[in-house]
């Protein structure tokens, strides 16, 4: 994709969704690293689910602690490898504050220093609670990044940088929200609703399905 359609790319769907979010629900910062880790390999749906009576029992770090692994597990069961979920909330809960004071620290290392916390869990919490210009690769945006011709790249670490590289400065704050709603609702997996789509003249993917 040519750097003039990048830029057009993301003009049009800036105008479709001016302030693009999360669809995860929380609170604080600290409720959304919690079901930001609580998310891998689970859908936004299905945490949203789990986190409303999880966080309405244990809004903060030290509640999290006293409800403890099995309380968290209780609450969060129906998402996968829940228990090793449930201890990996309750250790970062108990570094919070050992190390941070129990706030969620604007710093890349810091964050993926917590149990369950990687790159990307890192990236979307520098992107929504701080505002930082950093794109968060999942599967919606590595496979949108690789079909449309907008960064293609081997890994999500090569996608990434090729975004970071290819997005305008100015679009680059909001891209990575408008990247995985428009992954997770349009360019979808199996059959991309190409006939919806806003940039479809745009994308580069020869198998379109208008």
């Avoid at 244990?58 to 129906?78: F, K, M």
């Amino acid at each position: 994709m040519k750097r003039e359609s990048v830029r057009e790319f993301f003009r049009r769907l800036a105008e479709a969704n001016p302030h693009p979010t999360t669809e995860l629900e929380y609170g604080s910062p600290f409720q959304l690293l919690v079901a930001v880790v609580l998310s891998a390999q689970a859908t936004d749906k299905s945490v949203n689910l789990a986190t409303r009576g999880l966080f309405a029992a244990a809004p903060t770090p030290e509640e999290i602690i006293t409800l403890g692994e099995e309380g968290v597990a209780a609450h969060i069961r129906t998402i996968g490898l829940y228990r090793n979920k449930a201890r990996n909330v309750v250790a970062l809960s108990h570094l919070l504050l050992e190390r941070h004071g129990g706030e969620v620290p604007r710093d890349r290392a810091a964050l993926e220093a917590l149990p369950g916390v990687g790159r990307k869990t890192a990236n979307v919490v520098l992107n929504t609670v701080f505002g930082e210009p950093v794109m968060a690769v999942d599967t919606h945006i590595f496979r949108l990044a690789n079909r449309t011709g907008l960064a293609p790249g081997k890994d999500v670490l090569a996608v990434e940088h090729a975004l970071m590289r290819r997005v305008p400065k100015d679009y680059l704050r909001d891209a990575h929200h408008w990247l995985i709603l428009h992954g997770r609702y349009v360019c979808t997996a199996r059959k991309p609703k190409c006939g919806e789509c806003l940039v479809r003249d745009l994308c580069d993917y020869r198998d379109k399905t208008v």
